[in-house]
């Protein structure tokens, strides 16, 4: 299975969606659309990537993005090994670089890392010749989330051109809205950030912002939601949760403010009955499974483009 290749990939490391320019993050999708078919086939294993070692190194909480990476990894016919912290060296108080020029020293292709400190992954892709994917640092960048959100919105609106997004919640702690956000306004979407004001990043990060959902629902095409990051803090900037659910809270009566082809997103994982209605999430325009679909064939793509991609059009 080999995708139209591209002579323009140049990249080792994934690090952030804000290096990315439109150019390549078109290719990105396409390259996803063309592997989303193999995890519709019986056999769902490729080739591609035999004789390629992955290191899944996951040192914060993850169910899907984890899993994700595993699943793109084993269809492309990589060897893959995962680390987490629980049993790491660096529990027994080994530094991350020791760590990271140990793990060098087994010649790794590729790394894919996620860290609750922002620019572990930038050290960590200065220090060794592997490849780098970010699978989220801190609240920086998760740029493999963003991707799979362009993605599933391309495939449901059919463009990213012109189109308007609400990211509602708690977005100054959210990686998710900083690489969303920053891949859709490189594609020419239009992205305002919804929540208290204790919730918002300073300046809206050069995003417009507004304060209750009313004052864009009426206008959004993508209404995209965001959990509570309850664990880097967020209670203390909110008078209440209670108070949260009653003010930003995609329920019933608040999507019907919305046009009838509006969509609806979540990176997951969900608090049903706080950001969302438990009702809302299982309409057929929540657009949430897509998200967790689209998210094997984007990071396919990128294994594919960072491990594969370049010596095939160099060959
Ligand atoms: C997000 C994350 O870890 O940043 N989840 C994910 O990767 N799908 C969002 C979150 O934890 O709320």
């Not at 998210?295 to 491990?307: D, E, F, N, P, W």
């Amino acid at each position: 299975m080999t995708p139209k290749t591209p002579i323009r990939w140049r990249r080792k490391d994934l690090l952030g969606i804000a290096e990315l320019s439109p150019e390549e993050i078109g290719l990105i999708l396409d390259t996803a659309e063309s592997f989303a078919e193999i995890g519709e086939r019986a056999i769902k294993k490729v080739p591609t990537l035999r004789g390629k070692t992955v290191l899944n190194l996951f040192f914060e909480a993850s169910t899907r993005t984890r899993s994700s990476f595993e699943i793109a990894e084993k269809r492309l016919s990589a060897d893959n090994i995962n680390f987490s912290t629980s049993g790491s060296a660096l529990e027994k108080g080994e530094t991350l670089i020791d760590t990271a020029l140990n793990l060098q020293a087994m010649a790794p292709d590729l790394v894919v890392i996620r860290h609750a400190h922002p620019g572990v992954p930038h050290m960590l892709a200065k220090r060794i010749e592997a490849g780098v994917i970010n699978a989220g640092d801190g609240a920086h960048e998760h740029p493999t989330q963003g991707l799979l959100d362009l993605y599933t919105i391309r495939r449901r609106l059919g463009n990213l051109k012109g189109v308007k997004v609400a990211i509602i919640g708690d977005i100054a702690h959210s990686r998710v809205a900083r690489s969303t956000a920053k891949g859709l306004r490189a594609m020419g979407a239009q992205v305002t950030f919804v929540g208290p004001p204790t919730l918002l990043p300073p300046g809206g990060l050069g995003f417009a912002t507004a304060l209750r959902p009313e004052d864009v629902l009426a206008d959004t095409d993508v209404i995209y939601l965001l959990r509570l990051q309850l664990e880097r803090g967020t209670s203390t900037y909110l008078p209440s949760v209670g108070e949260f659910i009653r003010l930003y809270q995609l329920d019933a009566r608040r999507l019907a403010m919305a046009p009838e082809h509006a969509i609806v997103m979540h990176p997951g994982p969900m608090n049903r009955g706080v950001e969302i209605a438990p009702d809302v999430a299982d309409l057929p325009r929540a657009a949430i499974e897509d998200q967790v679909t689209a998210g094997v064939a984007v990071r396919m793509a990128l294994l594919y483009l960072l491990l594969g991609g370049l010596q095939e059009a160099v060959a």
